[in-house]
């Protein structure tokens, strides 16, 4: 008696799937004939007609569809175990600790890191949270294999001797944080002359630490409160008691009663660059891992 097989189950979920002999083949890359055959094979199998032939197509028999309520787990486990075997044959594979400073880590970073499990599936993705200067420690540790770091405007000038630094796109430029009720709430973006005299709320960490204070072309400004996490400071902002610098990589993730609002700045020539860090004789995972942020 002809058994049931593997391959005569996935052409029978296509079938049913698309609703013809011909559509199934074009999806399985077959041709109608083979097609066909894997059908007639199941029939025999079974010992009933699986389709009802029809003039636009096909529709499955009661028989079919007592087959199939089976035959679509059957593919499924079929598939998975085909990935994961992909998985095993890929040569990026086993864990990679990465870390970046908390405003990368929530908001584009993740993204990167749903990506490359895609393309990576045997890979096991370990995201740390630091501020700069500790991530570039845990690094020359050997604790993490690549740092997304800030560089730049009014941050240390770090020692990256013997390290490979790379540019990250991190799309827009930088902007302030205000409540929602703000006047600048409402504009397009905000002249920097427009900033003079407002209340700055700043950021207050350790010594080496990169903070935000006040807009770093203003002379003398108000700070009227620090705190030590971004999410402290926005939520002084949703309480209308100052405005903050926040980079434009946060702009989508600022939490209820802010709102970013970029500023023209022409004075303002040197800014803030969001970078990765790895040694120079990275492996293949940091290497995958850096390449999917470069490429945002």
Same mark, same amino acid.
């Given at each position: 008696?002809?058994?049931?097989?593997?391959?005569?189950l996935r052409?029978?979920?296509?079938?049913?799937?698309?609703?013809?002999?011909?559509?199934?083949?074009?999806?399985?890359?077959?041709?109608?004939?083979?097609v066909?055959?894997?059908?007639?094979?199941?029939?025999?199998?079974?010992?009933?007609?699986?389709?009802?032939r029809?003039?636009?197509?096909?529709?499955?028999?009661s028989?079919?569809?007592?087959?199939?309520?089976?035959?679509?787990?059957?593919?499924?486990?079929?598939?998975?175990?085909?990935l994961?075997?992909?998985g095993?044959?890929?040569?990026?594979?086993?864990?990679?600790?990465?870390?970046?400073?908390?405003?990368?880590?929530a908001?584009?970073?993740?993204?990167?890191i749903?990506?490359?499990?895609?393309?990576?599936?045997?890979?096991?993705v370990?995201?740390?949270?630091?501020?700069?200067?500790?991530?570039?420690?845990?690094?020359?540790?050997?604790?993490?294999?690549?740092?997304?770091v800030?560089v730049?405007?009014g941050?240390?000038?770090?020692?990256?001797?013997g390290l490979?630094?790379? /540019?990250?796109p991190?799309?827009?430029?930088?902007?302030?944080?205000v409540a929602?009720?703000? /006047?600048?709430?409402g504009q397009?973006?905000?002249d920097v002359?427009?900033?003079?005299?407002?209340?700055?709320?700043?950021?207050?960490?350790?010594?080496g630490?990169?903070?935000?204070?006040?807009w770093?072309t203003?002379?003398?400004?108000?700070?009227?409160?620090?705190?030590?996490?971004?999410q402290?400071?926005?939520?002084?902002?949703?309480?209308?008691?100052?405005?903050?610098?926040?980079?434009?990589?946060?702009?989508?993730?600022v939490?209820?009663?802010?709102?970013?609002? /970029?500023?023209r700045?022409?004075?303002?020539?040197?800014?803030?660059r969001t970078?990765?860090?790895?040694?120079?004789?990275?492996?293949?995972?940091?290497?995958?891992?850096?390449?999917?942020?470069?490429?945002?």
């Amino acid at each position: 008696m002809p058994e049931m097989t593997l391959t005569g189950l996935r052409v029978v979920v296509e079938v049913a799937r698309r609703g013809s002999f011909t559509a199934a083949a074009d999806a399985l890359g077959y041709t109608q004939s083979a097609v066909s055959r894997q059908v007639n094979a199941m029939e025999t199998a079974v010992g009933s007609p699986l389709f009802e032939r029809w003039a636009r197509g096909v529709r499955p028999t009661s028989a079919c569809e007592a087959l199939l309520e089976h035959a679509r787990q059957v593919v499924a486990h079929l598939e998975a175990a085909e990935l994961k075997i992909a998985g095993l044959r890929d040569k990026i594979a086993g864990r990679l600790a990465v870390g970046a400073y908390p405003t990368a880590a929530a908001s584009f970073v993740p993204r990167v890191i749903a990506r490359l499990r895609t393309a990576h599936p045997a890979l096991t993705v370990r995201l740390g949270e630091a501020g700069s200067p500790v991530l570039l420690r845990r690094l020359r540790a050997g604790r993490i294999e690549a740092a997304v770091v800030a560089v730049g405007d009014g941050l240390p000038d770090y020692d990256l001797t013997g390290l490979r630094v790379e /540019p990250v796109p991190v799309g827009r430029g930088p902007g302030v944080a205000v409540a929602n009720a703000h /006047p600048f709430a409402g504009q397009e973006f905000v002249d920097v002359r427009d900033l003079a005299g407002q209340v700055w709320i700043a950021g207050a960490g350790g010594e080496g630490d990169p903070q935000f204070g006040a807009w770093p072309t203003l002379t003398e400004p108000t700070i009227g409160y620090e705190a030590r996490t971004w999410q402290t400071r926005l939520g002084l902002v949703a309480a209308g008691l100052g405005v903050s610098v926040l980079p434009g990589l946060a702009a989508d993730i600022v939490p209820r009663g802010v709102t970013w609002v /970029p500023v023209r700045d022409p004075g303002l020539l040197e800014r803030r660059r969001t970078v990765v860090v790895t040694d120079e004789d990275r492996s293949p995972a940091a290497d995958a891992f850096t390449q999917a942020l470069r490429e945002g």
